[in-house]
């Protein structure tokens, strides 16, 4: 298939701007090498080619490149063309037949030679360069020519160097030892998977478990070089020319250097800080999950659960633990199991993980209960960190479950016991709808009327807790009248006869009317009968409030209607009925609580013949007293406050007494400098140089005495008993005082 003759120059322009970009590239991409090879810095190496790239595609201008200029250039490199390629450029429209014949006749030429055809672009010279970049950039790297201008994370651009200053005012030495190289190397934990890092800071900032490399090079040699730290002076070991130190990171503190020369003066370097990064513990979210669910027995008894567990350096393990209780009171059971989320990536440093957790399989029933919560471990070694997740809670609702408790002010269960039959007639019917098939049309009949005389039974039952004399606790609005046989004369057979019991007639009784009609009388009604609780009335007979009544007369209405269907043999007509009678009785007994009298203080009887005799030899007192000491935990920085008025006092020089106590008042203020360093380093460092020195100046110790007060808390009030002579003017001068300090 031919190509169109513009479509050919088309295809050539973009060549030719792609080659212009490719050139281009290649001489920043050397350029950049060569930028790495001298700063050893990434950010530096990209800004050189970003730079170097844009410089050189602002020179070349591979957009200027239009279909005219490489139509020229296609004229001018193919003679056999006979500058005709700007008709491909022209519409057909507009050309004679002469020039379409020619255009025609150059197409195919053009098609035939534009494969040995180049670009006119200095590829090979530019590839060459790089070449050239490369290979020079390799061995100024290897070499390190250009070390002292390393960049990188291993070597930071300025140097903190060490400063020793002389504990010794007396010594003067012209040309004391100074420090020529230092370096600390932070080695990270294996399990976080950082490399080493090396600077010349000896401030430290580094996670918990990490291990610490001090070298220090003088450039004359001593006699000793200590590190101390937290109280301790531990001396470095001389390798080589260098003198080196390791710890592992646990915890924050302070530390300086000391060195003593080949004369025995002592030198002492600033404070420098250790700042112990903890490993943080995983972090659990779960989402989309209710904080407790419910179910009933015939739901689908799902849980959808979805988690994001993300940790710094990785998480290890990640499951749920999930607690199955059955039972209650005493013999509740638990029974625990560990939930997998199946195979995940160990060492990521987050996960979407998700589980479905299926009540069913864990053989869970009507009642019982499931906590679960997720656990999580990170990849910390040697004991990874353990975070779990808050508990959630799903539960089986069972309608049986749900009983009257007695709680610590109730004196006891007074609920009859056939409060809970209603359940018991629920499963005989449901097991007699389950066993349709099987059973014959009369026994079906049969067993369907007894479920509808117990029903009947259990509704009476109801009536007599209700104090109710009669059935007639249920209003019938229609009377069902029973249908006249074909002749005229009722059966004087009961039809359903061959399937009741005799004892289904024990109540007709309370069907019968008693003529217990209220008679019309004249006598006037009692202002005081809406606020008596009349027991004559079997509406006020009973232990249940207004509110409970009225819901307990809904139940027993409910069992008349599922009695109603029992004995027209529908027993699943029934099933609805006899639920919703169930949950009425279910709130009744949970919002019914029946309390007794609390049995206050019962006082011994007074004995007439020894009162008011004065006799107490048999009575004994009991005194006892506490002296309870108030822990301080800067005693030896307040001492030092005194210390140092007495020394500028008497002007006397420090003794090693004097040197302990600020080494302890040291201790304890750098508690607080490792939390707020700013405001109180610079006062440690003074109390750990006039601790160090033999002979102090009086400044130097006013400015440590006035740092200890400033960073002194407040004496908390202690009540105790004194006395103090207090007057207006002592108090005025006081005041007077403070506001002048």
Known sequence: MSTSGKNIVMQFTKRWQFLLVVEAFAYALGFALLVFSISRNLVATLCGFIICGLVL???????????????????????SMENSTGLFLTPKAELSDIALLQRHRVEQLLEAEIGKIQPKVPLKKALLWLLVFGVTAFFLYYFNVFGNLNTSNNSPVTKEAIVFQPLDSVVSESNPPSIKEQRLTIKYPAYTGLPPKTTANMNIKALEGSNIYWSIQFDKAVDSVYMERNGESNSMELKGTEYVKNIQLAQSAFYNFKFKNLNGASYLSDLYSIEV???????????????????????????????????????????????????????????????????????????????????????????????????????????????????????????????????????????????????????????????????????????????????????????????????????????????????????????????????????????????????????????????????????????????????????????????????LYTPENSLPYQYRALKLIQEIKNSSRIYVHRIGFDPPPIKEDKRLTGEIKDIKTFQKVDDVAQSDDFSAMRESVTRITGIIANQSLLVDADRELFAAAGNELAVLAIENPSQYLHTLQRLKWISEKEQTAVQDLLEVQSGLLRALPDIEENPSKGSLFQDEMNTLMLKELEIND
């Open 277 to 567: 990064v903890k490993d943080e513990l995983p972090e659990i979210e779960i989402q989309q999950l209710k904080q407790f669910s419910s179910f009933d027995v015939t739901d689908d008894k799902i849980l959808n659960l979805k988690a994001l567990i993300s940790d710094d350096y990785g998480i290890s393990d990640a499951y749920i633990i999930a607690t199955v209780t059955k039972g209650e009171g005493e013999s509740v059971k638990f029974r625990e199991e560990r939930l997998s989320f199946g195979a995940f990536n160990s060492g990521s440093k987050k996960l979407n993980l998700k589980k479905t957790i299926d009540l069913t399989a864990l053989k869970m029933q009507a009642g019982d209960e499931l906590y679960f919560y997720i656990e999580a471990l990170d990849v910390k070694q040697p004991k990874p960190n353990r975070a779990r997740s808050e508990t959630f809670f799903a539960v089986i609702r069972d309608t049986v479950s749900n009983q009257f408790a007695v709680e610590g002010t109730m004196g006891a269960d007074l609920m009859p016991d056939y409060f809970r039959s209603q359940r018991q007639l629920i499963i005989d019917t449901e097991k007699l709808i389950a066993d349709k098939n099987k059973l014959s049309e009369k026994e079906f009949n049969f067993t369907s009327n007894e479920l509808g005389y117990d029903q009947k039974s259990l509704r009476l039952k109801y009536g007599e807790f209700m104090g109710d004399e009669s059935d007639s606790g249920i209003q019938v609005t229609e009377e069902i009248e029973p249908e006249a046989s074909p002749e005229g004369e009722q059966e004087e057979d009961d039809p359903l006869g061959a399937y009741t019991h005799d004892h289904d007639h024990d109540n007709e009784h309370n069907l019968v009317d008693h003529d217990h009609e209220e008679a019309e009388t004249d006598e006037e009604e009692d202002p005081l009968s809406n606020y008596l609780h009349n027991h004559d009335d079997p509406e006020e007979s009973t232990l249940f409030t207004q509110s409970l009544k009225s819901k307990l007369r809904q139940a027993m209405a409910e069992m008349w209607d599922a009695e109603l269907h029992l004995r």
């Open 57 to 79: 595609l602002l020179f070349k201008k591979p957009w200027r490149i239009s279909l005219n200029k490489a139509s020229n250039f296609l004229d001018q490199s193919l003679g």
